[in-house]
C-alpha cells in the first residue's frame, strides 16, 4: 500500500465518501495492462487502463495521485479460475 502523499489527500478522499481504497492489478486477460480501478459506496465505478513498458508503474502513479490511498492486488492468472 502506498501512503507518500500524506495525510491531507486521505482527508480528502473521506471527506467526499471514498471509504475503500482503489486497486492497481494486472489485467488477466491482457497480461502487460494494469488496470486502475475504484468502487464507491453507491455502487459506482471508476476505471483506467494503461499499457505499454511503463504501465504498472503508470498505473501505481496514477492511483496514488488520483486517490492518494490504494492496494496493489495479484490476481489468480484465467485458467487457474477455471
Known sequence: MRREFGCLKREFAASLGRSKPGKVFEDRKYPGNWRVEKFDDDGGAEVAIFGGPRARQRAIEYADWRYGEFE???LAS????R
Open 72 to 74: 496493489e492486488v495479484r
Open 78 to 81: 484465467m485458467a487457474r479460475c
